[in-house]
């Protein structure tokens, strides 16, 4: 066990990476998911066929293959995504800026992918808001714009946050792919690094690693538990 | 009390749901300051006719025209239309996130562009006007239903519309709150709005209405004054429908 104390740094260090990627890859795809979510409940034809085509692909894909095609396919196409080294973002988070773009291939992975299950979200609180809200919203002559602003986006955030969550910790989880695909130093490739290049025994690390994801992801449980308790006495 | 070009006409109006044909070449037209009560069992298409006057339920053929206007595709054209009239619901539809005052002065403020403070004031003043000023901080679940159909009323009343939509305003209430409604929308019709009515209240229809409109299986049956109607009903279908409402 002496490896979680002799290697806290290294495992901290990859805590850090691996919280750095997950928020990035969360408000990405909050705001992606968002944009899809909109496109699939518009009233106008093209754009819902747009979302739901998006939906179809992303959310039967699995996170694997959506990064090869990140990771691989992007250079092929000969994109470093470098649009994702944002200069003031890129001072916080260094890993945008550095020219190895794995950590930008594998960020745009986990938000294309994430986005999928945010709209869906999303669209399952909007769905749970009364037909007849919208319906008088129409009635008092406000647009399909103002109508999901001001009636039912605030109605169904209720209904979405507990879902919205589980998709967030289900992100945090997925986060641990990015190892494989040539992004250095988060948490799961911590692993990799001290058991076959630091020839420290397996178990140990892979408790300090469970560890460091629990952090992330129990406490976001527990939020959500008691966000969803407070909706139950409103109700 | 028709005054010029009617303002709401309906021009053989289809519209099927699947294999139901729920409006069955529909004509009817609504004169200015006119109140016309729509009655008829359930299913005869009466809701499905008050909702596509202002496309809530969009039409398969037929014309719609309101004030002059062909009724217009999706977008900002019957976004404008709609704010020129006012719809009831059976259910009342309030907001249920915002107050009972939000309610009323969302409409003025976002889609008419009017001061809050400006819209607050009037929409006070119509709180007041349906008996309901002391519940205007209180959020829609906290008030009665009867209290609630009249905060509708009030809200779609902000809009100052040309025309009023009531579809069946009282059938989700107690009895004993019926009345307050009623009271209301009969002092709305004797200011002279132009009034359509979807309701099986008869004693609405036989004091505030000009006309009654009668409806079986999606067509439009008899349309008369309501002493007329009420008295010597036609069709043998509207015989069948009052002989069975009026017996109790």
Not at chain 1, 211 to 227: F, H, K, N, S
């Amino acid at each position: 066990m002496n490896v979680l104390i002799d290697k806290f740094d290294v495992f901290a260090g990859g805590f850090w990476l691996t919280l750095q990627i997950c928020f990035l890859a969360a408000i990405g795809a909050l705001i992606l998911g968002a944009v899809v979510a909109v496109l699939r409940i518009s009233p106008v034809p093209p754009l819902r066929a747009v979302g739901t085509t998006y939906v179809n692909i992303f959310r039967n894909l699995p996170l694997t293959v959506v990064l090869f095609f990140a990771a691989f396919g992007l250079p092929a196409l000969g994109s470093n995504a470098d649009f994702l080294r944002i200069p003031g973002l890129e001072s916080i988070f260094s890993r945008l800026g550095t020219d190895l773009p794995y950590f930008r291939f594998g960020l745009i992975a986990l938000v294309l992918y994430t986005a999928a299950f945010v709209c869906e979200a999303l669209r399952s609180g909007v769905n749970a808001v009364p037909a007849g809200q919208a319906e008088a919203a129409r009635s008092l002559g406000l647009t399909f714009g103002q109508n999901l602003r001001h009636v039912v986006l605030p109605q169904s955030w209720k209904a979405s946050v507990v879902p919205l969550g589980s998709v967030i910790i289900a992100m945090i989880k997925n986060s641990a792919l990015v190892g494989f695909f040539g992004v250095v130093g988060d948490l799961s490739q911590t692993a990799d690094q001290l058991t076959s290049a630091g020839g420290y025994p397996f178990i140990p690390v892979a408790i300090g690693i469970s560890v460091g994801y629990l952090i992330m992801t129990v406490p976001l449980g527990a939020l959500l538990d008691r966000i969803e308790k407070r909706q139950a006495v409103a109700r | 009390m028709t005054t010029g070009d009617p303002l709401i006409v309906l021009d053989g109006v289809n519209k099927w749901f699947g294999p139901l044909h729920v409006l069955d070449d529909v004509s009817l037209s609504v004169g200015r300051g006119e109140v016309v009560v729509v009655i008829g069992p359930s299913g005869s298409g009466k809701s499905t006719l008050c909702r596509t006057i202002n496309r809530l339920e969009p039409i398969d053929n037929g014309t719609i025209t309101f004030d002059g206007q062909p009724l217009p595709a999706e977008g900002k054209p019957l976004a404008k239309l709609r704010s020129e009239v006012g719809m009831v619901f059976q259910s009342f539809n309030l907001f249920a996130h915002k107050t009972i005052l939000e309610n009323v002065t969302l409409g003025p403020v976002k889609v008419r562009k009017e001061k809050p403070a400006a819209a607050r004031e009037r929409g006070l003043a119509l709180l007041d006007r349906v008996g309901i000023a002391n519940q205007a901080d209180k959020y829609p679940a906290q008030l009665s239903g009867g209290q609630q159909q009249r905060a509708a009323i009030a809200r779609a009343l902000a809009m100052q519309p040309k025309a009023m939509l009531f579809d069946e305003p009282t059938s989700a209430l107690d009895p004993e709150m019926v009345g307050e409604v009623l009271d209301v929308m009969t002092s709305l019709a004797g200011e002279g709005m132009t009034m359509v009515v979807v309701t099986h209240e008869m004693g609405f229809a036989r004091h505030a209405a000009n006309r009654v409109v009668f409806m079986a299986d999606g067509q439009l049956v008899e349309d008369a004054p309501p002493a007329e109607f009420f008295a010597n009903p036609r069709s043998e279908r509207a015989k069948d429908f009052l002989s069975k409402i009026l017996t109790h």
